[in-house]
């Protein structure tokens, strides 16, 4: 096998996106990396983020490249409604979310919004999301997300909310109400949610 085909070889067994560290554990260099971009078989998507060429598209590029460079961070907040369609705009940032406490991942681009969520409650309501077909990125549940944005929006986001509140509670009618009320208990949010709840359906 000629030294190309090796490296094609090498290449084909990495996921579609996948970091400088993966690469190097498939026997795959920095230098040969740059041989690949300059060929056009691979993206880079963020530092240290590749995404193979033969990879299928998707409008989730941004979201693949940051959750691939902090694995153990969240999609929160905008990007979350947006993702489960409870907000027409797209964010200009990627929001994701860490432990506080934890390391804070500091990633210019793609722009990226990192908060710092409790610990204690920062795994509840996460779910898998398909940004790519075979690759999931974790977001949180539409229920926690808006009462998130309940909580934590403050006056300049409480536009932002009540939108997506109003859109969830007409999509899920009564047991949208009910997860609604218990991510609020979670999370401590009921003092924000319950009075909001009853305005929407007033």
Not at 76 to 105: F, T
Not at 167 to 184: E, I, K, M, S, T
């Amino acid at each position: 096998m000629t030294d190309s085909g090796r490296l094609q070889e090498r290449l084909s067994r990495l996921r579609p996106t996948f970091t400088t560290r993966a690469a190097s554990a498939a026997g795959i260099s920095p230098r040969d990396l740059a041989v690949l971009r300059e060929a056009g078989e691979i993206d880079e998507l963020s530092r240290g983020v590749y995404r193979r060429a033969d990879a299928e598209s998707t409008a989730h590029l941004d979201l693949l490249a940051v959750c691939t460079r902090a694995p153990h961070a969240v999609v929160c907040g905008e990007s979350a409604l947006s993702l489960h369609e409870l907000i027409d705009d797209i964010p200009h940032e990627v929001h994701i979310a860490v432990p506080r406490g934890s390391h804070r991942p500091s990633i210019s681009y793609p722009p990226t919004q990192v908060s710092q969520y409790a610990a204690d409650t920062f795994n509840f309501a996460v779910e898998p999301f398909e940004a790519a077909p075979g690759e999931t990125v974790p977001v949180y549940s539409p229920a926690r997300a808006v009462v998130d944005a309940m909580r934590l929006g403050g006056a300049e986001g409480r536009s932002v909310a009540l939108s997506a509140l109003n859109r969830y509670l007409r999509r899920n009618g009564q047991q949208g109400v009910a997860d609604l009320q218990r991510a609020a208990r979670e999370l401590g949010g009921m003092s924000a949610i319950r009075p909001a709840i009853e305005a929407v359906l007033a």
